[in-house]
Nanobody, 120 residues
Framework: QVHLVESGGGLVQPGGSLRLSCAAS????????MGWYRQAPGKERDLAATITSGGTPNYADSVKGRFTISRDTAKNTVYLQMNSLKPEDTAVYYC??????????????WGQGTQVTVSS
């Protein structure tokens, strides 16, 4: 089984910064893509940012220019640097990993979520 460990969430003031991390372990041969999704209070879970194994990033318009996604392939870890945070960024952030196993199975996995609260 694949296990994702997320960290880095917390409470910050508007304009502040946080850095989220997500490390994947288990039956992983190759990670195809990694990303972060977020779910604000009373809303559905939406994409925040993704990055392919080749390093191509994709961002939601609402975070573009403020968030930066990166990955360390050797460590099977994805990061989300969040700057200039706004109250509307408040959400539970979930790590998502698409991974290929040793036997060729491709599956998507989710982290437990980490709370990000932006408030004064």
């Amino acid at each position: 089984q694949v296990h994702l460990v997320e960290s880095g969430g917390g409470l910050v003031q508007p304009g502040g910064s946080l850095r989220l991390s997500c490390a994947a372990s288990g039956s992983i041969f190759r990670i195809v893509a990694m990303g972060w999704y977020r779910q604000a209070p009373g809303k559905e879970r939406d994409l925040a940012a993704t990055i392919t194994s080749g390093g191509t990033p994709n961002y939601a318009d609402s975070v573009k220019g403020r968030f930066t996604i990166s990955r360390d392939t050797a460590k099977n870890t994805v990061y989300l640097q969040m700057n200039s945070l706004k109250p509307e960024d408040t959400a539970v952030y979930y790590c998502n990993v698409i991974a290929r196993s040793l036997i060729g199975t491709v599956s998507a996995y989710w982290g437990q979520g980490t709370q990000v609260t932006v408030s004064s």
